[in-house]
Each structure stands twice: as C-alpha cells, then as structure tokens.
Nanobody
Framework: QVQLVESGGDLVQAGGSLRLSCAAS????????MGWYRQAPGKERELVATANSGGAIDYADSVKGRFTISRDNAKNAVYLQMNSLKPEDTAVYYC??????????????WGQGTQVTVSS
C-alpha cells in the first residue's frame, strides 16, 4: 500500500507565496513521476505541474513563471513553490504519483488534497 501525504495549504493574500509538500510512503519500488493537480469549486481537476524521474518538467500555462515544482528522489517527495498567487489559484491541490510498487506493478496514487485559498 502506498500513501501520499500533502501539507502546506493555507489562506494567503494575492501576491503572496506558499510552498506545498507531498511525501509518498509504503511499498515503493520506483517512482516514475510526481506532480500536482488542482480542483476549484465547480471545475474539473486540472494539471498544475509534473516532474518525472528523468528531469522532464511540465507546467500549466496559467502557472508558468510563478510556480516551481521540485522533487527529492531520496525522500520520494515533491514540492510546489507558488509565488505571485492570484485569487484564481484558489483550489484544492492534490499530489499525484505514478510509481511501481514492485518490478511489474504500477499505479497512479493521489493524496487527500490540501486547500489553498487566495484572497483579493
């Protein structure tokens, strides 16, 4: 069994910064990619940023230049530094991991979500 635990969500004023953290634990053989998604009220879940083990990084256009994703492979952790936050960034942010629990078995796992609220 694999668990993802997120932290760092908070209420912040527009223009402020937050740093989200997520650590994966449990039966992990190899992590392929980790990332962040978000879901605002009444909207579908959307990609924010992903980073694979080869170093490739992808961002949603709406966060490019403001958010930075990073990983600590030794800790099976992923972070999201969010700067210049806007009210439209308000959402529940979910950590996501694509990993192998053994040499053959892979799955996609999700964290429980952490609330980010940006006030204007």
């Amino acid at each position: 069994q694999v668990q993802l635990v997120e932290s760092g969500g908070d209420l912040v004023q527009a223009g402020g910064s937050l740093r989200l953290s997520c650590a994966a634990s449990g039966s992990i053989f190899r992590v392929v990619a980790m990332g962040w998604y978000r879901q605002a009220p009444g909207k579908e879940r959307e990609l924010v940023a992903t980073a694979n083990s080869g170093g490739a990084i992808d961002y949603a256009d709406s966060v490019k230049g403001r958010f930075t994703i990073s990983r600590d492979n030794a800790k099976n952790a992923v972070y999201l530094q969010m700067n210049s936050l806007k009210p439209e960034d308000t959402a529940v942010y979910y950590c996501n991991a694509y990993l192998y629990s053994d040499v053959r078995t892979w799955n996609i796992y999700w964290g429980q979500g952490t609330q980010v609220t940006v006030s204007s």
